[in-house]
């Protein structure tokens, strides 16, 4: 989620913003999250070097690291249902399966105003059981998930080879055996279930997903900042159903100081 800054008209007095400004930020953070949970993604094949602002060393890096443990590498591919308008911004997933088909493995590269962030997910699908997933460098947004989703978020200094170790650990602790997936059609399906999933349950919670969020995104500044934004979120259950008569003009949000505004470590697309 991004937004642009706000400039103040001049007088640089007070912390309190107009409501309006809340307003428009609220407005734009539900149709970004409409946006999300309606999204499908479609994978369509790629070459790495049609993203030339992309680390090609990273995804080289960890297909080298994941290949020594016997990982077998699908390819390069890019979500053709998202819609990327610069190109700077543009990114791609390098798949892999192993442990003879029971952890599928994508990583990425998230671009960031700062530094990019690099990324490793590894799933495994228990026998009638959750899905266990270790995330590597990903950030929580605060958006809740189903309980059928187990995830784990790992630093993302940790090295590959740990981040699997801490992986099959998840695995053989649940006492159930995973799925063991042969193709790379089977693992988009398994993908492409769980997104399904994840979608129908935030769907489901409705106006519910966006106080965890907020609360995640401020902290400490949610009460000044994340409050005004939920009461006029709340105040538009319209909103999320997508009954909004106009776009919310362009955002300018500034005259918050610099110790209020969002963790940029964590949230490097997102300025309020």
């Not at 390819?75 to 308008?85: P, Y």
Request: proline share 6%; charged share 25%; hydrophobic share 40%.
């Amino acid at each position: 989620m991004r937004a642009d800054e706000y400039e103040d008209d001049g007088d640089g007095g007070g912390d309190a913003l107009p409501a309006e400004v809340f307003e428009q930020v609220a407005q734009t953070i539900v149709a970004q999250i409409r946006t999300m949970i309606q999204h499908r993604a479609r994978y369509e094949p790629v070459s790495a070097s049609d993203f030339p602002e992309r680390d090609t060393s990273f995804y080289d890096g960890v297909e080298g690291e994941l290949t020594a443990v016997g990982f077998q590498t699908i390819g390069d591919f890019e979500d053709a249902a998202q819609i990327v308008t610069d190109p700077s911004k543009k990114s791609f997933v390098r798949f892999a399966l192993g442990a003879h088909g029971a952890i599928g493995a994508m990583w990425f590269e998230v671009p960031a105003e700062a530094d990019p962030l690099r990324c490793l997910v590894l799933h495994s699908w228990l026998a009638n059981g959750p899905v266990l997933v270790t995330a590597r460098g990903t950030i929580d947004n605060g958006l809740p998930m189903p309980p059928e989703l187990a995830v784990e978020r790992v630093d993302g200094s940790v090295d590959t080879r740990s981040t699997l170790r801490m992986h099959g650990e998840r695995v053989a602790a649940s006492g159930r055996a995973p799925l063991r997936l042969a193709s790379a059609d089977e693992l988009f399906d398994r993908y492409a279930d769980d997104e399904h999933r994840l979608s129908e349950y935030r769907e489901a919670l409705g106006l519910h997903l966006f106080e965890p969020m907020l609360r995640a995104m401020l902290g400490a500044n949610f009460e000044t900042q994340g409050e005004p934004i939920l009461d006029a979120i709340q105040r538009h259950p319209e909103w999320l159903r997508g009954e909004i008569s106009a776009a919310p003009a362009p955002l300018r949000v500034g005259v918050v100081r610099e110790e209020a505004a969002v963790d940029r470590d964590r949230f490097p697309h997102l300025v309020i």
